[in-house]
């Protein structure tokens, strides 16, 4: 009863502390709403806009049919016609087209006359990702061509016996947006909640209060519960609210159970907790707090399988990130949203969750007062 | 007579024109505030500093010392009026000022990664000391400030005194035509502040600089030449130290106890009486400042005591406390408040805090060395010592918040690092720099510390009404404790530290960073509860106010450098050139190895002093 | 001069020796990127290889059997021959694969036959973009083999229309490649505006600033000895970077050092600029932090083309990219590396640069006050 009294004292406090100071005011608000919208619309591999020039030596009808059909793809900007060799070089070094659709001048003719002919695509590197899925995106365009030069009767031929019938599953579309948007709940939160949490013990030990808590009848696990409950619980809101934008805003699917999706956060959130009370409990001042978040924040994001896959890790950096919360539960998460995951199909992603926090949280108890100044 | 003027030392106006180094006339300064009315940091100041002199500035806390100095250096610019220093402006010659002035801000700018040798040669550097005259430079300022052995060492590494004496040394590198000091001698030792000052006169003397600084020591204000006070961004008054104390002639006198009483009894009793203007117990005596030279109103208020009035020599602090207006309810302390009276149990001579050879260890650096002390029930114990010393590490041991390297503690029988929370549960904790929760208000700093140690519904209620008429916070209610004025946050830090009522309260440099008002009063309130029978440990580095402690240790460097009570601790330097020594001379001796300390330990310490002493 | 000289030795000494001896400097300004470097490295990769994919094929026939085979030799590809169709589809769910590939049981027949023998992909289409290289990779592999087949003249004419692709400056589309230069624009800009803006408003905190400012210092020697030293301490960090990209990574290096010095220099200048002025404003090591972080580090990384293409982003951000100097460094670093000195490329992007440069140290410049008040 006693220690009840105390928790809820100490975790009133916290409360009234987090939403009186502006600067903790504006680390729950500011921040995680410019990195939802950047996140959700600079973070995309989802291809528009690329530039490509046509160098078009044929200028004929059929050249014409095909450029159409790229132009109509709307995935690509045309930034100009070429006249020669020379200035297609330029163009693509110059950064001016990204792609560029070279067409000889015996294309009308050879195709009448049922010769093969090639069309010639010259894609800038420096951004590979671009220029792979450029590339295979104006393959499928060339592939449709084919079929209307046949139905057409242009050319008189068999169609290919070999035909590819490609599907996908979850993301029809393949929009990357939803692959990154709906992960951006969890990672958001976390931003919030290891600044949160590993200030909140550094700020204390700064302004001399936190020696207060020791010498108050506290017992460990009472400050643990009380300096873990606001974390968790604005965590918590933040994530269900960039949830919510996920599905409303950017249109992203939910069809996975609600209550999946709370108890998946809230595995997280406290493991993550954790991670930043250690961080605090290690750190003397509000300035190492910080570092040592960002210093895990870094690693812990880029390695979490949100912007690139897991799966093209080396080995030996795939095992070391089995330790990484975030990975866990951006997997979590996109199986709620994209695949429709109740709670019993996530369950493999939350033990490690619970068995990271089980660590975390008991070492960072133990610090707050084992921490020698 | 606040605002007289004494000006008998100076000489005609033109005359002191003509020497002035440094003059202001008519300056005022606010500061903007989001959202109020402006804040009058100076206001109407108007003054002269002359060469070859040193000039005090004295104020407490928030005065305007520091915005005064702050123009003078070229920082801020003033809001009307205007300074002038070497017959430049301080707003549109600042550059020029700058390359001959020396300034020491309050935090000495230091880089703390820098070496001694390598902050002199920055300086030298930056003030454009030519090459040749710096061998010279260096070696005089080296010897000047006994810094000459450490020249490789950094500067964050340098003890409290010793880095304010480089500091000093970084202001003096190119010999300054003026000199500014912005409390120069804040939290260091009685021997580095008593250095300090001899390097200043010796600059003064040998190269007939002017100085200008300013002070909250208000003994250091005796060794200026001429003193400014200021308070609330007025000038109060000014004069040479001898005009301040002429006036107070007759109205100080010592107030001797007999036998059986403690002086602190009478200190409690006298403070606040009508016509006193100021109480403090010094040498085991207790100095009263009094209204007018009539001693009648003192004798009417001893009425009861066995106490022998005695005429005293008044001085500058005397004089201070009787200019500065003094504010209404001040000193209500302890006055018909009898709630925790008598209420303690067990008898004085049981042993609460009791420390057998306790040391602690950072690495390879000792920062407590072989410590044992013990203090008894309703006792005031001290832990003396300049900045560290070892003083906040030793609390820490025995609050529990640092483990002991080696040794014994026990703190009303326990262990706090391993008992639990529950033994923990009649403490009363102040951290160092009055550690609350800025962005509290009073009333929930009070009620969240009230709920921690288990008050709740009525009783809470009862407590922080309590501690709002004790403590006169009721008009900071619902204001963030941050932007409490310095006296009020420590009233509230200890109100929220005695909430609860506890047996032992412990107390880490609680009169730092206040002014001598917030000082006097809070030892008021510390006597009343330990005559109510609570146990008080305490740390400062103010020596003097040792006399309020029943016993103290002195610690320098980790070790113990004496343990006793008061009179002990004075008697240890009693010599025939010194028959009345303070509690400074007491650790300038101790700390410098001329007196044995041996001696202590012994208990041989048998006369008149000892006997008026704590050993009743 | 003299004066001057003197003045610029002291201070420049004073900032030499705090970061040599300051070890969360050096963590900043050496380890950091190190650790970046090494993280995205290795572990940014967009490129897969060994994807774990299902086939389903009950054919037995010789041209199932050959076309099967072109998969397992294919690096990107790990294979799982299962029986059924169920089976596959329960892999895909559990992960354990990203994509079926299914032969129908008459598909040799089907091709012998002359006439549609389909070839089926299901991809999780979760990871859109690790879903569309799988689509590629795929296509290859069956166009690839149907070529051979018409080459060795068991199947009719190929299409009428075929696409040879070549991609310049990264033949082998390497993500790395475009990675690490891109990171390099992040380390300078940590270095640049974080560091800065932390040493700064640590002497503020620490008091420092105010003896200085009550030296004979101007505001040029100020200035001057806040960028000298980090400067270098940036270039430092960026030849390190480029040694380690090269060397530990394989990345090419295609440009002349000339121009990489020449340019970095002016996103450096850009940067501290920028640090700067944040600096003269912000005296509170926390904020200026969170600031630097806000407006500084995020831009850099989510503005500047770094990882995701900035001509795919809404109009509103590709405007308000063209404020943030990371975004003409990482081009000009992209090219420097991987195309090497196109001049159409490295002038206009360096020349905002150096306007960059000029205006945020000018508005440092003006910032900058002798005075403890605005």
Known sequence: MQALRRILALVIKEFVTILKDPKSRFVIIGPPIIQFFVFGYAATYDLENVRYAVFDESRSVLSRQLLSKVEGAGMFRLSGYLDDDKQLTESINSEEARLVIHIGPEFEKKLRSSQPVEVQVIADGRNPNVALIALGYFGTIVEQFNRELMQQGVVQRDGPALQLVERSWFNGNLRSRWFIVSALGGIISMVVVIILTSLSVSREREFGTFDQLLVAPFTPLEILIGKSLPGIV?????????????????SVPFRGTVTALVVALLCFLITIVGVGLLVSSLSMTMQQGLLGSFLFIMPAVTLSGLATPIENMPLWLQRADLINPVQYIIIALRNIFLEGADLSMTWPYLWPLLLIASVTLPLSAWLFRHRAV | MTDAQINDDQGTKADAQEQAILSAECVCKEFAVKGKPPVQALQDISLHALKGRVTGLVGADGAGKTTLIRIAA??????????????LDSVADSLEIQSRIGYMPQKFGLYQDLTVIENMEL???????????????????????????????????????????????????????????????????????????????????QDNIGVFVSTAYLDEAERCSYVLVLHQGKLLAEGNPESFTGRMKDRVSLVVPAQADRPRHIYTRLVGSRGIVDATIRSGRVRVVREDTSETQLAAALDGMHAKIEPAEPNFEDAFMALIPQTEGHFQVGRGEGEGAGKMQGSNDDIVVNTRELCKLFGDFQAVKKLSFSVNRGEIFGLLGPNGAGKSTTFRMLCGLLPATSGEISVAGHNLLRSGAKARARLGYMAQQFSLYGQLSTLENLSFFGKVYGLSGKRLKQRINWAFDEFGLGQWRDKAAFALPGGYKQRLAMAAALLHEPDILFLDEPTSGVDPFARREFWLRINSFAEQGVTVVVTTHFMEEAEYCDRMLIMSQGETLAMGTPAEIRDLVRSPQNPRPTMDDAFIGLAEGTVDKTSIAAGTAGNEEMAQGDLS | MILFLMRMRGILKKEALQILRDPSSIALALV????????????????????????VSDDRGEMAQDLIARFELSPHFELYQVKSELEAESLILSRDVDAIVRLQDDFSS??????????????????????????????NIVNNWSRMRQERGEAGAGPPVSVSQRIWFNEGAESRNFMIPGLITLIMTLIGILLTALVIAREWERGT???????????????????????????????????????VFQVPFRGSITALLLLSSLFMLASLGFGLLLSAAIRIQFVAAQISIVAGFLPAFFLSGLIFDLDSTPPVIQIVSHIVPAKYFVTISHTLFMAGDIWSVLLPNGLVLAAMAVIFLGLAYRKISKRLEG
């Open chain 1, 234 to 250: 604005f965590g918590m809101l933040d994530a269900l609210i960039f949830s919510a934008g996920a599905v409303y805003w950017f």
């Open chain 2, 74 to 87: 070229g920082l801020l610019v003033p809001t009307s009026g205007r300074v002038t220093l070497l017959g």
């Open chain 2, 123 to 205: 300086y030298a550097d930056l003030q454009g000391v030519p090459g040749a005259e710096r061998a010279h430079r260096y070696d005089r300022l080296l010897s000047m400030t006994d810094l000459a052995k450490y020249t490789k060492r950094r500067a964050g590494a340098l003890s409290g005194g010793m880095k304010q004496k480089l500091g000093l040394a970084c202001a003096l590198i190119k010999s300054p035509e003026l000199l500014l000091l912005d409390e120069p001698t804040v939290g260091v030792d009685p021997i580095s502040r008593r250095e300090l000052w001899k390097i200043v006169y010796e600059l003064v003397e």
């Open chain 3, 32 to 55: 950091m990127p190190l650790l970046l470097l090494f993280i995205f490295g290795y572990g940014v990769n967009l490129d897969a290889e060994h994807v774990p994919i299902a086939i």
């Open chain 3, 110 to 139: 089907q091709l012998l036959r002359g006439t549609q023998a389909p070839v089926q992909l299901i991809v999780n289409g979760i990871d859109a973009n690790r879903a569309r290289l799988i689509q590629g990779y795929v296509r």
């Open chain 3, 209 to 247: 600033m105010e003896a200085m400012l009550v030296t004979p210092l101007r505001r040029v020697d100020i200035l001057l000895g806040k960028i000298i030293p980090y400067y270098i301490l940036g270039m430092l960090g960026m030849g390190m970077s480029v040694v380690v990209a090269v060397t």
